[in-house]
């Protein structure tokens, strides 16, 4: 039955049988006799066929999201299996929050390919809502957030400490400030993340603990344009020093000296299943003694 999966979700995905004949090494006319038997198997068509395209239809979009569920959970088995009697190495999916993925899994990732290079690790970088709903879908092993998420079906394992500080445009007024005060904030324009990122809700957690609200919010879906904004002038943000360093250095971005910051928050591992892959298990060995710190990091 796996192999109808696996030609029913590339078809899906492709909505286009030539192209997914030719991702599967199959003949365009085996795909369709797959997927024929497979909506009989079914008992329904799952999918909506024209001259230009293929689309899944309502029965085809839940099939689709199990389907990619149930792959998971075989592929995460077949390694499990092999894992007793080879060492670390095969495929290993990542996801990772913004900050995360862009700034610090790089280096991860470097030593775990210097130390494995058997394992073969493939990167999706997302907002922490989204990586929570792949790992939960198994489509991720692993993923690293940062924020709160709603799952209680995930083991969740913090890790390390991420620092936020609220950042200006070098030529900014308030970066000639020695001391920025609440007020200051509340008038500035804030550049922001989107709702279901964790710089937003550090962003947010940051605007209650200081009681205030900023009079015009600007919101950027991931932290380089935000950079890129606050460094020409648009306003001031909250990142985390992790995202930052290139800029302090380079004098394009200022730290602002306010009372009660930086704000702290947690770098958290996440997974669904207790059961792991060798591959998983030493890359979250290197999580945990990483020592992860922007100001430990080698340039």
């Known amino acids: 039955m796996d192999q109808y999966l696996q030609v029913f979700v ?6 286009n049988f030539s192209r997914a004949a030719e991702e599967l090494h199959m003949t365009q006319p085996a ?20 001259n230009k395209y293929v689309q899944l239809n309502k029965a085809g979009e839940i099939v689709y999201h199990h389907a990619k569920e149930i792959l998971g959970l075989y592929t995460k088995m077949q390694h499990l299996v092999d894992d007793l009697t080879h060492k670390a190495k095969g495929e290993l999916t990542i996801g990772a929050s913004y900050t995360f993925g862009e700034y ?33 879908s198994h489509q991720l092993d692993i993923g690293i957030v940062e924020g709160r998420f ?64 900023p009079k015009k919010q600007i919101v950027f879906s991931s932290t380089q344009p935000i950079k890129e904004a606050v460094e020409a002038g648009l306003g001031i943000s909250l990142l985390s020093k992790w ?27 996440i997974t669904k299943s207790p059961f792991q892959t060798k ?7 290197l999580l945990r003694e990483g020592g992860l710190s922007p100001d430990n990091r080698k340039e």
């Open 150 to 213: 709603k799952d209680k079906e995930l083991l969740e394992e913090k890790f390390a400490e991420d620092l936020m500080v609220v950042v200006a445009s070098a030529h900014h007024r308030l970066a000639r400030k020695k001391v920025v005060t609440i007020s200051d904030l509340e008038e500035e324009i804030w550049v922001v993340r989107e709702q279901g990122s964790g710089t937003r809700e550090a962003t947010e957690k940051v605007f209650r603990q200081f009681l205030f609200s």
């Open 31 to 50: 795909v369709s006799q797959y997927i024929r038997a497979f909506e009989e198997n079914i008992g329904i068509r799952l999918l909506e066929r024209t």
């Open 279 to 285: 591959a998983l298990e030493v890359f979250i060995d």
């Open 243 to 269: 995202a930052i360093q290139k800029e302090i250095k380079n004098k394009d971005l200022h730290i602002l000296n306010i009372k009660g910051l930086p704000f702290a928050r947690q770098f958290s591992l």
């Open 10 to 15: 590339m078809v899906a995905e492709k909505q």
């Open 104 to 136: 610090v899994l790089p280096h991860v990732l470097t030593v775990l390919q210097q130390k494995y290079p058997e394992i073969d690790p493939s990167v999706t970088i997302a907002n922490t809502a989204t990586i929570a709903e792949l790992v939960t």
